[in-house]
T-cell receptor
Framework: DGGITQSPKYLFRKEGQNVTLSCEQN?????MYWYRQDPGQGLRLIYY???????QKGDIAEGYSVSREKKESFPLTVTSAQKNPTAFYLCASSARTDSQAQPQHFGDGTRLSIL | DQQVKQNSPSLSVQEGRISILNCDYTNSMFDYFLWYKKYPAEGPTFLIS?????DKNEDGRFTVFLNKSAKHLSLHIVPSQPGDSAVYFC??????????????FGKGTLLTVNP
């Protein structure tokens, strides 16, 4: 089945530690996204990538980093500079188009907590 | 500054009745609107969308209405079923530098359908 796989489902981080969240898709989508969801909040865009080896900052990129070395993969690193990393992280992908937005397909998320 | 607003955090309806979820936006550059459904601990699932050139789009039990002059859209679910109980996110997109589209999400409305 085509889809987006995020791992791990739950992740714990110690203070001052970097952690990397995995996101893999087999939908052959060009564009990939990372969002953060906090309780009672909508999804906020962290980073997005339209094509391999290219990515742009979203609305809340500080304290995060990404890479896009392969079309299928878009890992997110939560660095020690992110002061409030506890949240539910969602990865998404969509087909790239010049005409109009294509629906984004989401993974099931990774819940990150601080020990 | 919240560009997409879902002013009702929750909505409760009886099974078989109509559910109406509302969404307002402020950015006149938005030209495509989407509704997503989200169950706890899962990623959002695309439900239905509408382009700004239309005022209605229907898919089975789900209909989205767009009132551009009022910058308002609504999602109607008829008849409502207990399995529809979830958080519903409204999202909007506008062309954002180049050919891809970013989504701006509302905070969501929790729909509960009572048997």
């Amino acid at each position: 089945d085509g889809g987006i796989t995020q791992s791990p489902k739950y992740l714990f981080r110690k203070e001052g530690q970097n952690v990397t969240l995995s996101c893999e898709q087999n939908l052959n989508h060009d564009a990939m996204y990372w969002y953060r969801q906090d309780p009672g909040q909508g999804l906020r865009l962290i980073y997005y990538s339209q094509i391999v080896n290219d990515f742009q900052k979203g609305d809340i990129a500080e304290g995060y980093s990404v890479s896009r070395e392969k079309k299928e993969s878009f890992p997110l690193t939560v660095t020690s500079a992110q002061k409030n990393p506890t949240a539910f992280y969602l990865c998404a992908s969509s087909a790239r188009t010049d005409s109009q937005a294509q629906p984004q397909h989401f993974g099931d998320g990774t819940r990150l907590s601080i020990l | 500054d919240q560009q997409v607003k879902q002013n009702s955090p929750s909505l409760s309806v009886q099974e078989g009745r109509i559910s109406i979820l509302n969404c307002d936006y402020t950015n006149s550059m938005f030209d495509y609107f989407l509704w997503y459904k989200k169950y706890p601990a899962e990623g959002p699932t695309f439900l239905i969308s509408i382009s700004s050139i239309k005022d209605k789009n229907e898919d089975g039990r789900f209909t989205v209405f767009l009132n551009k002059s009022a910058k308002h859209l609504s999602l109607h679910i008829v008849p409502s079923q207990p399995g529809d109980s979830a958080v519903y996110f409204c999202a909007a997109s506008a062309r954002s530098g180049g050919s891809n589209y970013k989504l701006t999400f509302g905070k969501g409305t929790l729909l509960t359908v009572n048997p």
